[in-house]
């Protein structure tokens, strides 16, 4: 059973003096990035009007549950109950660092939405309200009210994950969220009907693989455009390295055996990419988070949307098929995995899909370890617990896959 969250805000106002602390508060979910019930619960106990800011400690080392500190920004301090001064906590809250994005520091969210707003008006729509949902190392996500009564969405990432706006625009016609504007941190996207496919039929799911598929094997003729936007390159030579630089970084934590077993398998990777070109499927776009939650749509029609396209890359297209099958049920998976193998058959005949879905397991799970470990290098030390388990976890999964292959 998952422990709750108690939120505890560290306050603090336009001019970045920090005001102290308020008593901390039951939220619900129990996911620390999702602060929309932060917001709402300081509204509902103290009549004030915060942004939450970023996390500022942990009681636990990893998401989800226990005792969470973020930083808020507040225009007015509550007049009870008193605020709890700070020591320490006072002189480290507004420490600057050299990784922070810009969202999470004091004034950051005041001037995405007044560029919203101006992005808005642009096109001749206004803003009437707006809703923290999310804020984490990662994004910061807003919902926005129109005075039309439509409903847009405000998306702001860090420095190391701006190219989503432009590609999404050169992604159009296709089966992704209309862009409204975009500069380089800053994503104004159309509001998508339905819900986050989580738990979404088997039926479903084979819907959102031909999606996908479809627009891999139109994108796979435009790399060089798509490049040029500055998608990250993980094709063959990056992802090599990259593995190595995982099994480098992040080996020492396996056993013994394990990563003796790990480092020999990763010494045959030139050969596997080598297998991997034979199976007759292009590099193209890979979407790089390709789960249920997130394509949106009705969960019993095949008019379904691809979202959040932050983690895009340009590789083997089937490095998203590893994604979709491992996130779902498991008396799904066997029917998800030959869609995929079925929908590039029918557009490349003479492919061996089934070939390069098993040669790419291993490297799909090296690859997001590689992942995440860009992200830590990237991010605040606050920020770590979102991330700090995961290479090892994407390490371990790939250990099994090895061992699972190799008995």
């Known amino acids: 059973m ?12 336009a001019a970045g003096r920090v005001l102290g602390a308020l008593p901390p508060f039951e939220v619900e979910p129990p996911w620390w990035q999702e602060v929309a019930a932060v917001v709402a619960g300081a509204r509902a106990r103290y009549a004030i009007e915060i942004t939450v800011l970023r996390l500022l400690e942990a009681q636990r080392p990893r998401p989800p549950g226990g005792d969470v500190t973020y930083l808020a920004q507040v225009a007015a301090a509550p007049s009870t109950p008193a605020l709890t001064p700070l020591g320490r906590e006072s002189a480290t809250a507004l420490q600057p660092h050299d990784r922070r994005a810009a969202y999470a520091e004091v004034g950051g969210p005041d001037a995405d939405l007044a560029w919203a707003r101006g992005a808005l008006a642009a096109v001749g729509r206004e803003l009437v309200a707006a809703t923290q949902i999310r804020t984490w190392n990662l994004s910061s996500i807003w919902r926005l009210e129109l005075a039309d009564n439509s409903l847009a969405w405000l998306k702001v990432v860090p420095a190391f994950m701006l190219t989503e706006g432009a590609l999404l625009l050169a992604l159009d016609p296709a089966p992704v969220a209309g862009v409204v504007a975009h500069d380089a941190r800053r994503t104004l996207l159309e509001h998508v009907p339905g819900e986050d ?4 039929s088997l039926a479903a799911r084979v819907a959102m693989v031909e999606k996908l598929v479809a627009l891999q094997a139109r994108e796979a003729t435009r790399l060089e455009p798509l490049l040029a936007l500055g998608v990250p390159d993980w094709r063959a030579p990056r992802l090599a390295a990259a593995n190595e630089g995982v ?12 990563l003796v077993g790990l480092r020999r398998w990763v010494a045959g990777i030139p050969d596997r990419f080598e297998q991997l070109a034979a199976c007759g499927i292009p590099d193209t776009l890979v979407h790089g988070d390709f789960h249920g939650g997130n394509v949106r749509g009705a969960s019993d029609t095949t008019e379904l949307t691809l979202v959040d396209f932050a983690d895009a890359a340009i590789g083997h297209p089937l490095l998203d098929a590893w994604v979709l099958i491992n996130t779902s049920p498991e008396h799904m998976r066997v029917g998800v995995t030959s869609a995929f193998a079925r929908a590039w058959r029918e557009r490349l005949p003479d492919s061996d899909p089934a070939r390069a879905l098993a040669l790419l397991e291993p490297l799909g799970h090296l690859r997001q370890a590689a992942v995440y470990l860009q992200m830590l290098d990237a991010i605040e030390p606050s920020e770590r617990p979102y991330h700090a388990d995961d290479p090892l976890i994407c390490l371990q999964r790939a250990v099994r896959v090895i061992e699972r292959a190799a008995e």
């Open 247 to 258: 099994v480098r970084r992040v080996g020492g934590e396996l056993d013994a055996a394990a």
């Open 2 to 13: 998952t422990a709750p969250r108690r939120a505890r805000l560290v306050l603090v106002d």
């Open 197 to 200: 496919l989580y738990e979404a």
